[in-house]
Structures are given as C-alpha cells and as structure tokens.
Antibody
C-alpha cells in the first residue's frame, strides 16, 4: 500500500533553516511527482511547490521563491523540502503529497510540525 | 493569481444532504479535486477529476463542475462527515496548484 512517512517535529529559531523528509513506499517512486503543502495553525492549505521524482524538475510557489528548495533521493525513495530564513509565520504543519494523473494529491504524509520561535 | 472561494461553514442535520460550493472564474474548464480534513489529521482525497471517487470513498460523496461553480455533495450525512473540506485545481496561467478557502461542515 502507498505510504508517505515524514520526519518528526522541529523547533527552530528565526533565521534558521529546516529540512523535512518524506519517505515513499508501495509504488514506483520515479513515476509520480511530490508536492509540499503547509497549514498554519487554524488556517487553510497552502501549496508550496512540486518536484518531479523522475528528473528533479521543480516548480515553487512564487511566495516562497528563493527560500525553498525541494530535492529527491531516488536511491531511498525520499523527498526533501528545505525552507531557509525561517520566520514566525512559517510555523505550520508541513505535508508531502503524491501528485497523480489528474494533478490531484492522492496520498499524503502524516504531516510535520515546524515551530519557529525565539 | 487564481482564487477559489468557498463558504466558511455549512450546517446539516444527520441523514440530510450537504452541498459545498467552490467558486472560481470559469472553473468549469478545470479539473476540480476535493479533500476532507478532520482535526489533527492529514487531508484525504474524496473526489477527483470533478466527480470521480477514489477507492474506499462512499458513494454518498459526489461532485459536479460547471460554469463558475464546482460542488461537492454529501448525501445521507453522518456524524463522521464532520470535517473541513477543501477544493483544489491546477491553474495553468500561474503554473501553480490552488486550494479553496475551506468549508467547515457541522453535523447538527
């Protein structure tokens, strides 16, 4: 069965960086893209970007351009999302999700809480 | 950028029908997907490609899309359907995925 398992919660200081991992299993990793979505406390879903697990091509939300980098390691079927220059409003639960044929997010990771606080 | 507007809340009695709208400019020309999110949990895909159901999603969940409005319909509502619901599209103009503002469904 398809599973996306994310790394654990993080607490960071403003200005620091965080790197969240998302390990995929149960399908051919390189056949699908991975998107990252975040959700601030009490707020809605915000799309952050997408990476092709096939060739590493990326597409980032304009709002995060220059601060976010998404990568994959095909040898371990793992996707990564790094966010730099963290601010308090980056405090959120970060999700990875598999992108399927009609550009829907058909499987999601369990979420990783990133707290930015001095 | 493309905007998807949902009502903040919908209330429905058990056994009745809930309809959640998602408004966007000419949304009928796009593929719309719907997610259910319960407190403390990751979103779950309940409708994709306007009206298709993933395996395991009850037939009570259905979708439609035309003109400027897409609709998620939940028939014979149960207490377990209480959750936040989000619509989502791919916007080719901005080369980005867009989520709706979200609707909280309350079962009375």
């Amino acid at each position: 069965q398809v599973q996306l398992v994310q790394s654990g919660a993080e607490v960071k200081k403003p200005g620091a960086s965080v790197k969240v991992s998302c390990k995929a299993s149960g399908y051919t990793f390189t056949s699908y893209g991975i998107s990252w979505v975040r959700q601030a406390p009490g707020q809605g879903l915000e799309w952050m970007g997408w990476i092709s697990a096939y060739n590493g091509n990326t597409n980032y939300a304009q709002k995060l351009q220059g601060r976010v980098t998404m990568t994959t390691d095909t040898s371990t079927s793992t996707a990564y999302m790094e966010l730099r220059s963290l601010r308090s409003d980056d405090t959120a639960v970060y999700y990875c999700a598999r992108v399927s044929s009609h550009l829907q997010f058909d499987y999601w990771g369990q979420g990783t809480l990133v707290t930015v606080s001095s | 950028s493309y905007v998807l507007t949902q009502p903040p809340s919908v209330s429905v009695a058990p056994g009745k029908t809930a309809r959640i709208t998602c408004g966007g400019n000419n949304i009928g020309s796009k593929s719309v997907h719907w997610y259910q999110q319960k407190p403390g949990q990751a979103p779950v895909l309940v409708i994709y490609y306007d009206s298709d159901r993933p395996s395991g999603i009850p037939e009570r969940f259905s979708g439609s899309n035309s003109g400027n409005t897409a609709t998620l319909t939940i028939s014979r509502v149960e207490a377990g359907d209480e959750a936040d619901y989000y619509c989502q599209v791919w916007d080719s103009s901005s080369d980005s995925y867009v989520f709706g503002t979200g609707t909280k469904v309350t079962v009375l």
